[in-house]
């Protein structure tokens, strides 16, 4: 967290969801939904940063600004996470619906969410073109945006890194019988990839599986070793 912290410079970006209301959709973020302010974030983290153990974090607080601060409850950051990882678990299950809505049923009497025909068409990449909208129509309906077909194919090719990472993890959920709640990480992953949406950003990692989920998409360039993003400065 200190290493995160300097190299940022204590600055933590807001969530992507909320930047894409401010910023394309220029819509208010959801009330019920609204997540905690990068502000409130970046003073847990400069907090954090200066306990030497989890004890003095919790009890005998730190010195801050001229204070003594401790955290007596990590609820704030459990919150961030919770909206993504609710969110992906969703977003995975109404694109396996939208395919064989009696997945669940077939699962508990075979194992296998799909029959083995199904399983063999949804391979290609090509077998889910279709599907990209729904993903997108969806997000938009959650975040109370209109959901017209010129605004689905804006934030669509907006969001044509985080199309194919989650095209690529519903196929492994159907085909594979892939399980959300034992790739956690994928939550995040996936959510980063939203900042994409903003020409602005890059992401800079050594996951590999990011860089390969994400090859196909137009925006995977934007996906880069450090090595290659300290090649572009």
Not at 18 to 44: D, G, Q, R
Not at 93 to 106: N, S, V
Not at 110 to 138: N, Q, Y
């Amino acid at each position: 967290i200190a290493l995160a912290h300097d190299l940022s410079k204590g600055r933590v970006l807001n969530d992507p969801r909320f930047l894409l209301c401010k910023e394309i959709l220029h819509i208010p973020f959801p009330p019920e939904e609204l997540p905690p302010a990068a502000l409130v974030i970046s003073k847990y983290m400069d907090v954090v940063r200066r306990a030497k153990t989890i004890g003095q974090l919790l009890t005998h607080g730190v010195s801050y600004k001229g204070k003594r601060a401790r955290i007596g409850s990590t609820s704030i950051l459990a919150a961030l996470m919770a909206g993504p990882k609710k969110q992906w678990v969703s977003a995975v299950e109404k694109m396996a619906d939208e395919h064989y809505p009696a997945w669940r049923e077939l699962s508990q009497k075979t194992g296998c969410r799909l029959p083995s025909e199904m399983r063999k068409a949804l391979i290609p990449r090509s077998a889910w073109d279709a599907h990209r909208p729904a993903f997108v129509s969806g997000l938009l309906e959650w975040l109370h945006a209109p959901t017209g077909p010129e605004l689905v194919a804006e934030i669509s090719t907006r969001l044509d890194a985080v199309l194919d990472f989650t095209i690529f993890v519903t196929r492994e959920f159907l085909v594979s019988n892939y399980a959300p709640e034992k790739h956690q990480s994928d939550v995040f992953d996936q959510f980063q990839l939203q900042y994409l949406a903003f020409d602005r950003f890059v992401i800079v990692t050594r996951d590999s599986d990011l860089s390969i989920r994400t090859q196909h998409s137009q925006q995977g360039d934007r996906v880069m070793s450090f090595e290659k993003f300290v090649g572009t400065l």
